[in-house]
């Protein structure tokens, strides 16, 4: 177990550098160019919007929007790709992505306009929060207990209480953060069925 995991702690590095990497350039390409990137935004109940569910979530309003979401994103997504690998991990984040985007766009404020990473923070909380309890690991519990007690006050993101934050994505990213806990679970092996054996070495289902 120890082993795989140091196994996957360069590549999970790796992975969440570049994604933060590429967040920052894209987010630099937005200033320059006088903020055409934030036309990626999710725009609610807009058709033509849908395509921009995954897009929304590498734009920022802003880096002061981007410094803001880098630290968690690169803190969270680190354990989770270290602890569920890289396929599983990516998983995850695509279903929180999909799960945050169609949530702002079927109830967020008409002529609102949403981008940002704190969707797929959110999802990576609520993974970390109860991952460890539904696959019964200690290791992966105490994981759990610690991003909670770091970042349990990001819980209040999720309620409409701050104008100008996307409660909805937050919260909706929660959610697909829980269900991807389940969807991608390891799955145990099931036992065999218990043999007898008799004086000759000819096994029998009991």
């Not at 994103?73 to 999909?98: E, K, T």
Request: charged share 10%; with cysteine.
């Amino acid at each position: 177990m120890a082993g795989r995991t140091t196994r996957r702690a360069a590549p999970a590095i790796c992975l969440m550098l570049g994604w933060v990497a590429l967040l920052w350039l894209l987010e630099g390409v937005d200033v320059v160019t006088g903020g055409a990137l934030d036309t990626f935004g999710i725009q609610p109940r807009e058709p033509a919007e849908l395509v921009d569910v995954v897009p929304a979530a590498f734009m920022h309003f802003g880096f002061g929007h981007l410094a803001a979401n880098t630290l968690p994103l690169l803190v969270l997504g680190f354990v989770a790709a270290l602890r569920s690998g890289l396929r599983r991990f990516l998983a995850v984040v695509l279903l929180v992505i999909l799960t945050s985007g169609l949530g702002v766009w079927l109830t967020a404020a008409t002529h609102s306009n949403t981008a940002g990473a704190s969707g797929v923070v959110f999802g990576l909380f609520g993974y970390l929060l109860v991952r460890g309890f539904i696959e019964r690991k200690p290791l992966d519990i105490a994981i759990g207990l610690a991003v909670g007690l770091l970042y349990g006050s990001i819980l209040w993101g999720a309620l409409p209480t701050t104008s100008g934050i996307s409660w909805q994505a937050h919260l909706f990213g929660l959610a697909g953060g829980v269900l991807a806990a389940f969807l991608f679970r390891e799955r145990r092996p099931r036992t065999g069925t218990p043999t007898l054996t008799n004086l000759q070495g000819t096994d029998y289902a009991p």
